[in-house]
């Protein structure tokens, strides 16, 4: 039973390990048109970090 919990808990966390890799490397091959647009304004790319961090807590919670 235990082993069984810990290993439901290991699967989140490896999917939530791999939608914040997935997001990651999305931003970095982007074009750099889009990339460059996107590093002018921090507070765009802070909001999309939280947007991602929010849908993955919203997701495993």
Same mark, same amino acid.
């Given at each position: 039973m235990v082993l069984s919990e810990l290993f439901n *808990? %290991?699967?989140d966390l490896l999917w939530a390990l791999g939608l914040i890799t997935g997001s990651i490397a999305v %931003? %970095? %091959?982007m074009p750099k048109k889009? =990339?460059?647009k996107l &590093? *002018? !304004?921090p507070l765009l $790319? #802070? #909001?999309l970090f &939280? $947007? +991602?961090m929010f849908a993955i807590i919203q +997701? !495993? =919670?």
């Open positions: *808990e %290991l699967n %931003l %970095l %091959l889009y =990339s460059l &590093g *002018e !304004y $790319l #802070a #909001a &939280g $947007l +991602i +997701i !495993y =919670s």
